[in-house]
């Protein structure tokens, strides 16, 4: 099963661990229900949508209420190193959380006293942490987009806000900064860069590009990022190897976008629902997704 | 006492190899360490008084450090009593200095900035605020949701209600389409 651990932009949401429902449209875990907007509901709502489409069983879900003070965060923290040794989990997404090197050392520690190792993949404030902590190298995904990279890339930098000056967040830079990152082991096995063209990369190199059809409008979109984040974590999930999963997703997201004709006003809930048509279109071409594109 | 286990006590100093998510507040003198250090310490901020690492040349023997993500709270509350730190930095590399370029993008009828890894987007014409995108702290969504859909002199600013790093990279975004809007 795929859990996903995050936080909901309400203080007063619970601590809740659960499997997540859907309801009248709505997303619940333990009878609590939250809307489907940017951020880890967005993961979650998208997830959703992917497992559906390939018939699997919906996701685990840990979640907090937390709205930047940290304080839920470390409620969720302390509840998953207690707990997380014991769990079955084939894949687990770790998404927005506050920041804490000392909280990552110790989810990490009980992560590997799992019996069966989960795939780990991160993105938002839990990828900002993994990288402070030097515990990059131990996840399987990264999903940065071009500010993160920049930040992955530079070895001082302990928040995309601090990304020195010589480190541009110039998407043409892409190739430059994932080298850099993985020569500083600040970079998961593999790294799915977020952008108007996509990049899908490990340490030997560039996989693959996505940069079709072009949506320059998904660029101001909040949400984007959340719902590729979890189209990939779902089609891992379903047994697809990681950097395919990568690839399909990264399509299956564009195209999701370009079905809702966007506009920068756009709102991700409505990009979500196009996810289920595109999966279709994507998963049923006869484009082979496996093969490595030259971007030469 | 703050001030007499002060003097009582060697003071360490902050190591500059670890600590990477945390930052250094450092003061003109030391009553205003104090004070800092009594107000954030009442808010249940997780800080501590060190000495300074070499490269801080500034300020008073003692400086506060705390965690880096919580920077936009931590000055609120500082600000709120007036006592205001001559510098803010990180404790893994304190010459570093927070990104303060802007990207301005025109999308016709819609205009973002970006600031650091905060994207702010408005409709030109009616000056409500469509989207907010990038950042990975959690008051990003939080403050996604008090803001879209308001009018740019409506909303209320992300220094007012945010708490973080990506908090304060888009209260730069947000200061700058102020600007940008006024002319």
Request: aromatic letters at 8%; one cysteine or more.
């Amino acid at each position: 099963m795929l859990a996903v651990v995050g936080t909901i932009p309400d203080k007063n949401f619970p601590l809740v661990a659960g499997e997540v429902v859907v309801q009248n449209d709505e997303l619940k875990v333990q009878g609590h229900s939250f809307g489907i907007n940017r951020g880890t509901p967005a993961l979650i709502a998208a997830v959703c949508k992917t497992l559906d489409f390939l018939k699997n069983p919906l996701p685990f879900a840990y979640l907090v209420g937390d709205t930047g003070l940290g304080d839920g965060s470390r409620r969720l923290y302390k509840f998953l190193a207690d707990h997380i040794r014991t769990a079955q989990f084939t894949t687990m997404a770790f998404h927005y959380l506050q920041p804490d090197v000392d909280w990552c050392n110790r989810i990490m520690f009980a992560i590997e006293e799992i019996a069966s190792r989960p795939v780990l993949i991160a993105d938002a404030g839990s990828m900002y942490m993994a990288k402070m902590s030097g515990n990059a190298p131990l996840f399987d995904l990264f999903t940065p987009d071009a500010g993160e990279l920049a930040f992955l890339a530079d070895e001082d930098a302990p928040h995309p806000f601090y990304t020195r000056g010589f480190i541009l967040h110039e998407e043409n830079l892409a190739p430059d900064l994932i080298k850099r990152a993985y020569t500083h082991e600040n970079a998961s096995r593999y790294i799915l860069v977020k952008g108007e063209r996509d990049y899908i990369a490990d340490k030997d190199g560039i996989i693959a590009v996505v940069d079709s059809p072009n949506e320059p409008a998904l660029e101001p979109i909040g949400g984007t990022g959340d719902a590729l984040t979890g189209i990939v974590s779902a089609l891992i999930e379903s047994g697809m190897e990681t950097s395919k999963a990568a690839v399909i997703a990264a399509r299956v997201n564009i195209l999701a976008g370009n079905y809702t004709m966007p506009t920068p006003a756009t709102q991700i809930s409505d990009i979500i629902e196009n996810i289920p048509r595109a999966l279709d279109f994507v998963l049923n071409s006869a484009e082979r997704f496996d093969t490595v594109k030259n971007i030469e | 006492m703050p001030l007499f286990s002060f003097a009582k006590k060697k003071v360490k100093s902050i190591p500059l190899t670890q600590n990477q998510d945390r930052g250094i507040l450092v003061f003109e003198n030391t009553s205003e360490v104090i004070r800092a250090e009594n107000i954030l310490k009442t808010e249940g901020l997780k800080i501590r008084v060190m000495g300074p690492p070499p490269e801080i040349r500034t300020g008073c023997d003692l400086v506060i450090e705390f965690p880096l993500i919580e920077k936009l709270y931590i000055l609120r509350k500082l600000d709120e009593v007036r006592v205001k730190p001559i510098q803010v930095v990180p404790v893994s590399n304190t010459l570093l200095k927070p990104v303060d370029l802007f990207h301005i993008k025109d999308f016709g009828n819609y205009i973002m900035i970006r600031a650091a890894n905060m994207k702010l987007t408005i409709d030109k014409e009616t000056m409500i605020i469509v989207n907010i995108s990038d950042g990975g702290c959690p008051d990003v969504p939080y403050l996604a949701s008090e803001m879209i859909g308001k009018h740019l002199s409506d909303a209320p600013s992300p220094r007012s209600i945010g708490h973080t790093l990506c908090g304060y990279a888009l209260q730069l975004a947000y200061e700058e389409m102020q600007t940008r809007c006024s002319r």
